[in-house]
């Protein structure tokens, strides 16, 4: 689905997009899904394979996530020319008519039902005027009636929490059943897994993604705008507020030049959900940056997606990130999961009027320089260079293997991540990209699983697993990569490899990715042999990934090895630091003069 045709907005330098822009590419969207509708217009059958919870319960899930862009399209709206509010309006009826063949099932016998609960509570709280007041008294008892097990049915421990609390809030509004003490329990709860400078953990083992974004911090917010009035809400604005202000200052460093967010963690086919957050922080007064940053980082996001292959000829979203890409489809996906991006819409809630829409546009923290920054919680050192407008993250913090039996999983526990590749698939005989790792003298290697976060600083960090120690020194477009080895017998390590990649670069990148990255990588101390393997499968941003690495085929514990990793767009090549093992540390000098050591 290209980008509006439309004249540009003059208040939007970078992006060209304006709220109308906003709106009509929400209506698009919407009526894109008509054509797939059940007679009643309860479910969206899409096309694509079923999701573990079965077609009915997907069809549920289009329907709920397209109804959140319809709820936000329609909460400051002065009209509604495609008659968004009469479609919804009747797949509500339809879908909560128990005598009806589209009723849709029940929260109690599905889970994903709840999912889509809350999203049909924030659409109705925001199309009140339009659906909710003008439905009969027995239709709108029979939503009550559908949205009311919300308060005995279990919700997972981790974000989920959330979807209780939101379906319960408008439950309250509409004076339908609730359960003040479930929902202060939660609360509770999800504050228990808030660590420090506006991150959550998503549940006791969960981890860090974008999950903290779109749910933990704009769920949140969204609570407190359904709970108006009530007692204790205030309060819990406030720190909400607080948080996600501090969530945003350092997030958004995670966006490209080109508005790519960062390629980390599940779920990311949901795309433009990733702003719904930064919508969130002008809603609610909560935004660090300045409005025309925000403005610039939302809207660029939305139309970087709109305008690089994530939606089909037909106009619908497709399983994947910049194009189709089934391999990114999980067990709980559906062909309707995509539309959570709605919450990317979110800034619809802001009417046309607000002076929010005439302050220009102004640009991202990438835009202005580059970017060497900790986010401590995570243990990520974020690295972003304006020339080629690449950020890359370093992770010595994220490690999602405790929710996975202990097995590594791509999207988390890689030593680095950026705004334009994505990790290779599990290897198959090649070497994984940003791994460092130890072959065994039968081929078997360590795994990155359960590691340690030593220390994240400013432009330094640490993590260790097994016998491995790494210090990563973040400079621009080069990470220096210092390994320490431990051993508790001297022939531990008899016949042991030590090998050391880089990022996975596409050999034939997918339209709308970049099309001349390159990753070297370079031995800086130690004796190593380069080499490079070319991986068998295909990820979101191409196929034919090379994979460059460094590897030395003798090692011993105590001794250092230091080997420089780049991602860069062009042919330019990094300049590479000098590494020295001191006696009691090891230095890195930089071209530019800046020396680092590291004890």
Known sequence: MSSSERAPDPTAPYTGWGRAHLEAFADRTLLALRPWATPGHARFDLPGPASRAGQVSDGLEAFARSFLAAGFRLSAAADDPDDHAGWYAAGLVSGTDPSSPERWPDLADIAQSRVEAAAIAIALHESRSWIWD?????????????????????????????????????????????????????????????????????????????????VMHLFALWYCRMSDGVPGV???????????????????????????????????????????APWAGAIFDADPLTPGTLRRLAMGTVRYFADSGAFTEDGLLSMGWLGRHEAMRQPYSGP???????????????????????????????????????????????????????????????????AHDDQEDPLYGRLAYSTVTAPAPRPTGTPADNQVMLIGPNGETTRRVGFSNLMTSRRIAASAWGPITCTSVAHGAVEVRIIRLQAERADDLDGVRLLVSGYAVPRQPVPGSRQQLRSDVQILLGDGKPGSAEHDQDNPFGSRLLINSAEFPVVAAGQTYAVGVSLTDGADRPAWPTVVAEASATRIAWPDGTVDLIT
Do not use: C, M
């Not at 009550?144 to 421990?157: E, R």
């Open 234 to 276: 205030a309060d819990l604005l406030e720190r909400y507020r607080q948080r996600l202000g501090d969530y945003l200052s350092q997030a958004a460093w995670l966006f490209g030049a080109d508005s790519a967010p960062l390629f980390q963690g599940r779920s990311l086919i949901y795309r433009y959900a990733t702003v719904g």
């Open 336 to 402: 309707g999961s995509p539309y959570w991006s709605s919450l990317g819409l979110a800034g619809l809630v802001i009417g046309a009027d607000d002076p929010f829409w005439t302050i220009p546009e102004q640009p991202l923290p990438i835009e202005t320089g580059d970017i060497g920054e900790p986010i401590v919680p995570a243990g990520w050192l974020v690295s972003g260079t304006q020339q080629d407008g690449i950020v890359r993250v370093i992770n010595h913090g994220v490690d999602h293997s405790a």
């Open 134 to 214: 003008r439905l009969g008294k027995t239709d709108q008892q029979r939503i009550i009636d559908w949205l009311a097990p919300s308060a005995q049915v279990g919700y997972g421990d981790n974000n989920w929490k959330w979807f209780a609390n939101i379906t319960q809030a408008f439950l309250r509004s509409v004076d339908g059943p609730h359960d003040e003490k479930l929902i202060n329990d939660n609360i509770a709860l999800l504050d228990s897994w808030y660590l420090e400078g506006g991150w959550y953990n998503d549940g006791d083992r969960g981890s860090i993604d974008w999950y903290n974004g779109w």
